[in-house]
């Protein structure tokens, strides 16, 4: 039997129609790596390293990023002018892929179980890619914030292959108009009742959580101004570090210069609020690097 028609009944003996297919993305000097095998697909992680990082003789602080798409859809590409900027300042990022219901047919469950999964998958990877196991971020926007947020926050949840001797906690949350509040009158609640509220980040604060920065516009359709404002009042007064930015007049997505309503200006105000945000942390030296941005800004023009 060839490969082909291995492949063809395996699929058909798992009850699956047809295998995922996703794609091998172009990121720009990144090096990549399957991180995970689920679904029928291989989930890849793509790594942009800080200029003449030595794994060999540096432990680096890490952030890695999850897309947005509502658990539908998105591209893992999404948040890289922000890898590259983060990069840019000394750090090793990473662009994760997970499972999303238009390509694996899978649930909001399994975008979390991804997304513990690549964190953990970086933890156990850290003395080859000269990281610090102790100083991993995570990111994201909209779901992709959700799948960050619960990655710091939401205890469990893990996929039942992994090793989970391998914390997937990260240390500190970078999110942006994130839809964290999945209760009744949250986000996507119908799609979680049955995790609920296991999977909402909002619902599961606690003393023990990372600091956390959140962008949001007042318009955002998803997300209301007052859900944010009680998540950073709970995350303080717990004694969480937790920045809230409020960008009046601003739409869902409008940091992303990879979505159509993104604007440069805000692009570059939220960049320079994260690198203040993690520089008070620790995790950055010296001061911003505004010619950076300016240079990715003008890239992503072309």
Known sequence: MNISNVLILACALSGTAALAETKLAAIEGAAVEVYKKASHDDLRIYRIDPEGHDPKTSRRPAAVFFFGGGWNGGSVGQFEPHANYLA??????????????????????????????????????AERFGVDPNRIIAGGGSAGGHVAATTGICDGLEDPEDDTSISSKSQALLLFNPVYDNGPDGYGHSRVTKWFPAISPAHNLTSDDP???????????????????????TQEKLGIKSELHIYEGEPHGFFNLRIGQGKKEHFIDTLLKTDAFLAELGYLKGKADRELLKRIVESEKK
Request: a positive charge; glycine letters at 6%; hydrophobic letters at 40%.
């Open 88 to 125: 840019g300042r000394g750090m090793v990022v990473f662009l994760a892929d997970y499972r999303v219901k238009s390509r694996q047919k899978t649930s909001p469950l399994m975008c979390v179980h991804d997304g513990k999964s690549a964190v953990r998958w970086v933890r156990k990877n």
């Open 211 to 233: 600091p956390t920065i959140v962008f949001l516009g007042s318009e955002d359709q998803l997300i209301p101004v007052s859900t944010a404002q009680k998540f950073r009042d």
